[in-house]
């Protein structure tokens, strides 16, 4: 209903229409206006002279009117009105439309009579040679001897504008609630604004300057709104005239007075309303571009306070993560100390080992030495000679023995008293020295490259680039898809291309694909996911890859034969785990009663024998088959179900029920046969997809 708010004011006043009036121009005007507007033009200038010379101007005549110079205000033009030139420069009242309003020149009536007006409904007399002007077509009138009460009275319109004040009175909102405005409860004659009880307490707290404003209940503050007199703008350099031109160079608004004085004669000029909606519309989109500014920059501060947060916490992460560093290699230090530290302690308790033998060695030697040494010269004190010669020559050559054993190097120290080991520690502590942070960064998120990726039948290719201003080093990509409904993203392929294409999607599937690369530093981030539609309906043909050796195709892969008179199994390329699917083949060849089955079949089925003799496969095998009839295959995943059709005319109930897992498309044949497939095409009519079957099969 906003909307037709400015439907229902008048173009004089703005405020809503009071006792309007209808003008002969079928425009509305309140009638206190139309008394406001009225203008007394001199005799010689009046229409009824015109009429009198001669003239032959109607008043109703709209086609000569709208070849008049009176551009309206929709034209953004200005009009120079002939009828007023010459009017007498009195003191004139505001006009929003640019008319020049003139206060009436009745004579003021009694006290008592003024008071009975609004009651009576008798208006003053008016003036004579009065003129009206319509403010929207700007169409002269000249008032007959009826004055105003010659126009009729819009009752229609009057009770439209009760009714939609009272609607807009019964749902007054607050004008300061930013998102969901309150219902108001009181206004600000003052401010001139409706609040709500939250508004107002955080607004417009009674207290200082505000205190002395005066608070109404909403509906009051409407009506005085309503009734309040306008505010109007007069000139600054005529100050008893009203502001009802814009003037395009000064850029300033200006009065029919200044016009008229020749400062701005020769400038352009529009209408003041025209200009107020112009100019309103583009601060309004101007305001609009700072509200989005405005947006972005809250939003970016809010970025920098997280970022604030995360530096914290990250700051907090990182220093753990050097401590934990530092740590690792002062116990990586630690244990290689104990381990030399052994290894120093094993070579003292050698170098010990050693010495101790050696000094238990010669301990024992010296103590034989010094008592052979005692023995001979107890000999030697002997006087008998014959008694020392019988053991001289065995005591000579012992003493020779016991000297050759302390020859030389017996008195050598085995094992020298230094350590011959030296730490190399050199190395260690320039790297210690060199330990610094390095800028390892991961790779930036790549781009999807829109206009390479594409959907083919149940494939996908995409493809990608990293940014153009990334200098970082990338090692590979990996590429992720979601399961076509809705689940977890899993890798589809992982390496260094940037171009992928992955098979084997299903139908009528929408799937979200995203991509990522990494380094030796990590994985980056995630790039924009793209969402993917599969085609609903399959096109395929039959697959050289998988069938067997005696089976012969032709027709890309359409038509097929064998030249075996033993059954050979062919599939489609193309193999269906979810949706609607319907194929047909028609028979081109039938010699001999050849026994052909058509069906479906799994990828392990057995190539060598009829289709349907074991358990990967389900065909029908007779039911009519005959040259040129077309065997239909109906594959509802949705229900699980398999019909077949001969000639567009179903062959018994519903084949199986319970179908799940990856089906292709299969036949069976002999040399006798010879079969074309049409695949790509729509369910049959007969058949709604997505409804359960009661008795099991379709009607």
Not at 92 to 118: D, I
Not at 535 to 549: C, G, N, Q, V
Request: aromatic share 6%; glycine share 6%.
């Amino acid at each position: 209903m906003d909307e037709m708010e400015e439907e229902l004011k008048c173009p004089v006043c703005g405020s809503f229409f009071r006792e309007p009036i209808i003008l002969p121009c079928s425009h509305n005007i309140c009638l206190a206006c139309a008394r406001n507007i009225l203008v007394q033009t001199p005799e010689a200038e009046s229409p009824q002279s015109s009429r009198a010379s001669g003239s032959g101007v109607s008043d109703y005549d709209y086609l000569e009117l709208d070849k008049m110079s009176l551009y309206s205000e929709a034209d953004s033009g200005y009009g120079s009105y002939g009828g007023f030139v010459s009017a007498p420069t009195t003191p004139c009242q505001k006009s929003p439309n640019g008319v020049r309003v003139f206060p009436p020149t009745v004579p003021p009536l009694p006290q008592v009579q003024h008071h009975l007006l609004p009651h009576t409904g008798v208006l003053p007399p008016v003036p004579r040679n009065s003129c009206l002007t319509c403010p929207q077509c700007h169409r002269s009138l000249t008032l007959d001897d009826r004055g105003l009460r010659g126009f009729p009275k819009n009752r229609v319109l009057e009770g439209v504008v009760d009714r939609y004040q009272q609607s807009k009175a019964a749902a007054l909102r607050c004008q300061l609630c930013e998102k969901s405005p309150r219902e108001a409860t009181v206004m600000c004659e003052q401010c001139d604004v409706f609040y709500c009880d939250p508004c107002r307490l955080r607004c417009h707290p009674p207290r200082g300057p505000l205190a002395k404003h005066r608070l109404v209940p909403p509906a009051q503050g409407r009506i005085s709104r309503r009734t309040s007199p306008r505010k109007t703008s007069t000139c600054t350099e005529h100050e008893l005239e009203n502001l009802s031109m814009y003037c395009v160079q000064c850029k300033t608004p200006v009065c029919y007075q200044c016009l008229e004085d020749g400062k701005h004669s020769t400038h352009e000029v529009k209408a003041l309303g025209a200009m107020w909606k112009l100019h309103k519309g583009q601060l309004s989109q101007a305001l609009n571009v700072l509200s989005d500014r405005a947006t972005e920059a809250k939003e970016f501060l809010v970025q920098l306070r997280n970022m604030v947060q995360h530096i914290q916490e990250n700051g907090v992460e990182f220093e753990a993560c050097l401590v934990a560093q530092c740590d690792a290699l002062i116990e990586a230090l630690n244990r290689r100390k104990a381990q030399l530290l052994s290894r120093v302690t094993k070579e003292h308790e050698h170098k010990l080992s050693v010495v101790r033998d050696q000094i238990s060695h010669c301990t024992v030697k010296l103590r034989q030495t010094t008592g052979l040494m005692e023995y001979c010269l107890e000999v030697i004190k002997e006087n008998d000679p014959s008694g020392f010669l019988q053991i001289s020559d065995a005591l000579i050559r012992r003493v020779h023995m016991t000297e050759n054993q302390w020859g030389k190097g017996s008195l050598s120290p085995r094992m020298s008293s230094d350590f011959d080991l030296t730490l190399d520690s050199g190395p260690l502590l320039q790297t210690i020295h060199q330990l610094d942070f390095v800028q390892m960064k991961v790779p930036a998120a790549p781009i999807l490259q829109l206009e390479e990726c594409c959907t083919q039948t149940n494939s996908a290719t995409l493809s990608w680039k990293q940014p153009p201003l990334s200098t970082i080093a990338v090692e590979g990509y990996i590429l992720e898809l979601d399961d076509g409904n809705g689940g977890q993203f899993r890798e589809v392929y992982v390496g260094t291309e940037m171009i992928c294409t992955v098979d084997g999607l299903r139908f009528n599937s929408t799937y979200k694909s995203r991509v990522k690369a990494f380094n030796s530093s990590g994985v980056g981030q995630y790039s924009k996911t793209l969402v993917m539609q599969t085609s609903e309906i399959a096109w395929f043909t039959f697959d050289p890859a998988t069938a067997h050796p005696d089976i012969i195709l032709s027709n890309d892969n359409l038509t097929v034969t064998c030249n075996s008179y033993d059954d050979r199994v062919i599939m489609g390329n193309t193999g269906f785990s979810r949706g609607v699917h319907y194929w047909e083949m028609t028979i081109d060849r039938y010699d001999n009663h050849p026994d052909p089955a058509f069906g479906i079949a799994r990828a392990d089925v057995m190539k060598d024998v009829m289709l349907g003799k074991d358990d990967k496969a389900w065909a029908i095998t007779d039911g009519g088959i005959s040259k040129g009839a077309t065997v239909g295959v109906l594959l509802d995943f949705s229900r699980g179900i398999l019909l077949f059709l001969i000639n567009d005319e179903q062959q018994g109930p519903v084949a199986f029920n319970t179908l799940e897992g990856m089906y292709y498309p299969a036949i069976s044949l002999n040399r006798n046969v010879q079969v074309t497939l049409h695949s790509g095409l729509p369910v049959p009519d007969f058949y709604t997809p997505g409804e359960s079957e009661a008795a099991g099969s379709v009607c």
